[in-house]
């Protein structure tokens, strides 16, 4: 007999001996012999080296020694079946690693608000995270080298599901001396206000993300909307840091509102709400079709959506 189905058979001998005080009633609730349980009794006591039970008493009692191990080892068998219980979702018949692919500039944002519930609820399966650009991200999911891409502005493909998960607003950052003779430019929604301080934009030196990024793609055309046509001096593949530089006063940049720290902005520059009705940003989850069905891709993606 192991030592855990040694310490089983202990604790229900004591659990019953506690309520019986009998070792004839407890024999027969363990549908054992009454020698069987005295021998068993005085084995386990001579191996831990204590008294478990008081025999001198009538009816039985545990002594101090005896409820000490019952209380104890009634919380750790517990503890053990529950380690047990949590394997058989290492036989379930799911995939073992999910494959997460993420722009760089959503990594940093988005996938702390995701992984660390996931992990916890779900253990057994691995976490393999992959930043990628959107071109990249694309690919690897039709060639099955990814379960799922999060971006920006997708371009359609007839292989690839989309999934919304959040939207949000944008943010201009820029230095307060670029903005000459504008009151309240806290505020973007007052008439005249928006196109001015695009205007002084786009002659700024300019902190972008790389063309082929979703975002970028939307901040271009919301720029062309309003006939401006910025030049660039510093292309990043991360929106961090564009944000971080632009609030060193560094350059000019528009980042997505979750990226900017208020706090770390250089005195002498300022973080600007765009209206949301002009520009908005939507993160969206890719599946390639195939997969879309998947229990585990689907778990995730439910808990994207409510994080």
């Not at 040694?6 to 009454?34: C, E, R």
């Not at 394997?87 to 494959?99: G, H, I, S, V």
């Not at 030049?231 to 006063?249: D, P, Q, S, Y």
Request: glycine share 4%; proline share 6%; hydrophobic share 40%.
């Amino acid at each position: 007999m192991s030592k855990l189905n040694q310490n089983q058979q202990l604790l229900k001998i004591l659990s019953s001996l506690q309520i019986t005080g009998s070792i004839s009633d407890t024999a027969a609730a363990l549908y054992l012999t009454q020698p069987n349980v005295s021998k068993q009794l005085k084995r386990f006591e001579n191996n831990l080296g204590v008294q478990l039970v008081d025999r001198s008493s009538h009816p039985l009692v545990l002594t101090a020694a005896g409820n000490y191990y019952l209380n104890q080892m009634s919380v750790l068998l517990n503890q053990v079946d529950r380690v047990v219980s949590n394997l058989q979702r290492f036989d379930a018949p799911t995939p073992t690693t999910l494959r997460l692919g993420v722009t760089q500039s959503l990594g940093s944002v988005l996938m702390p608000n995701l992984l660390p519930a996931f992990h916890r609820h779900h253990p057994e399966i691995t976490l393999a995270l992959h930043e990628l650009a959107p071109a990249q991200g694309e690919q690897a999911l039709t060639s099955n080298q990814l379960d799922i891409y999060f971006g920006v502005a997708p371009t359609p493909q007839p292989d690839i599901v989309h999934i919304p998960v959040y939207s949000e607003g944008c943010t201009l950052i820029m230095t307060k001396d670029a903005l000459p003779n504008l009151h309240d430019t806290d505020h973007l929604d007052q008439s005249g206000q928006t196109d001015a301080i695009l205007f002084n934009f786009a002659r700024q030196e300019l902190i972008m993300e790389r063309g082929d990024s979703g975002f970028q793609r939307l901040v271009t055309g919301y720029l062309a909307a309003h006939n401006i046509h910025p030049w660039r001096t510093f292309v990043t593949a991360n929106l961090i840091t564009a944000e971080r530089l632009a609030a060193k006063g560094m350059g000019a940049a528009i980042v997505p509102n979750s990226t900017v720290e208020p706090d770390k902005l250089t005195p002498g520059v300022t973080a600007l709400k765009l209206p949301d009705d002009e520009l908005t940003l939507s993160v969206i989850a890719q599946v390639a079709k195939q997969s879309a069905t998947d229990p585990v891709i689907t778990s995730f993606l439910k808990n994207s959506a409510t994080e």
